[in-house]
Structure formats: C-alpha cells, structure tokens
C-alpha cells in the first residue's frame, strides 16, 4: 500500500486547510485510515484515524471539534479537513494506515503504512 498526501502549506491563525491522501496497490487489505503528526523537536502525536468499513472516526483531544477526517472509497482517498488552526498544529502531517482494527486505534505504532508527509505550517 502505496500513501501519498497532498494539500499542506502555510496558512495564518485561524484559517483552515484541507489535507489529502491518495492509497494505492492492496487497499482493500486497509481497515483503518488516518493521520499522525510530528512537531519540530516533538514526538510523533496522532491527531485522526476512520475505519473503512463502518467509517467511525477518532480523534485526538486536541484537533477534536476543529479537524474532520473523512474519505472517498471509491477514490481510495483520505481527508483531513483543518479549521481553526493555531500555532500548535504547525508540523509534518502523516499519512496512515493499518490492516488490523484490534489494536488501540491511537497508538501511532500500530500502523503498518506510512506516507512521506506534507508540512502544515500556522503562523500567528
């Protein structure tokens, strides 16, 4: 499986952005989508993941209410939808994906698929 995003840059306090990634080869192996995040000099820090089959969503405390995670099956596409950026969400946002959804669906280590990243950078 194949994870490529799209759609960062920089973007003022406040404003939205749309992130996108494309999965290609064996998605149909996929039962759980989402995106990581890592800050310069932080720790890898999951922000949201959607189960493919059922297509329920989970969230970080700390994108909840401001970012949705959605996807378009038929396109083999994910989505990150930003609003009310701050500061904070400044950092290199990950793609993600899993085969298996018994595990903890927020420990960014359970993960099999990685993309390369997009850089979201929120001025204030």
């Known amino acids: 499986v194949q994870l490529v995003e799209s759609g960062g840059g920089v973007v003022q306090a406040g404003g939205s952005l749309k992130l996108a990634c494309a999965a290609s080869g064996r998605t149909f192996d996929v039962e759980l989508m989402g995106w990581m995040r890592q800050g310069p000099g932080e720790r890898r820090e999951f922000v949201a993941a959607i189960r493919a089959a059922t297509s329920m969503t989970f969230y970080s405390d700390s994108v909840k209410g401001r970012f949705t995670i959605s996807t378009d099956g038929a396109k083999n596409m994910v989505y990150l939808q930003m609003n009310s950026l701050a500061p904070e969400d400044t950092a290199v946002y990950y793609c993600?994906?899993?085969?298996?959804?018994?595990?903890?669906?927020?420990?960014?280590?359970?993960?099999?698929?990685w993309g390369r990243g997009t850089q979201v950078t929120v001025s204030s």
């Open positions: 993600i994906g899993r085969r298996h959804t018994g595990q903890d669906e927020f420990l960014v280590n359970t993960y099999e698929y």
